[in-house]
């Protein structure tokens, strides 16, 4: 199966996932993605938040989520997220490397093919208040 077809068939299976929640509880849209990236020269793994529509650097590549959900409490714990990855390359365009949906339950579905970066989605999450910390 091609990496186009498998993100297609994903992305779907996220839709008519949605679709089917819809007439119980609906998706619960954050603002903030929790990614871990994973540099295989340093072995070094990196968690990090990325805010929807602000994009971050993690090593040569450039992070941006466009939208990350996460299933209400009552239902099976799942978090959605789409993303746009591209590689830096100085003095050149960058070079698309993934756009689509990543799952927190299943990392492997849609992975990040570089090879020297491994990311992947953990949570979406809102910003804390004072309040929420204590």
Not at 15 to 43: E, F, Y
Not at 57 to 70: E, N, P, Q, S, T
Request: with cysteine.
């Amino acid at each position: 199966m091609t990496v186009w077809f498998a993100r297609l068939v994903s992305g779907v299976a996220f839709t008519a996932a949605l679709a089917a929640g819809a007439g119980t509880a609906s998706a619960d849209p954050k603002s903030i993605a929790v990614l871990q990236g994973l540099d295989k020269v340093t072995a070094r793994v990196s968690t990090f938040e990325v805010q929807i529509d602000q994009p971050i650097d993690f090593g040569a590549l450039r992070i941006r989520v466009r939208h990350c959900d996460r299933t209400p409490p009552e239902e099976r714990p799942e978090a959605a997220a789409f993303i746009e990855i591209d590689e830096l390359r100085p003095g050149q365009e960058q070079n698309v490397l993934f756009t689509g949906w990543m799952f927190a339950s299943s990392p492997g579905l849609n992975a990040v093919e570089h090879a020297v970066y491994d990311v992947w989605l953990l949570d979406c999450k809102d910003p804390q208040t004072p309040a929420q910390q204590e």
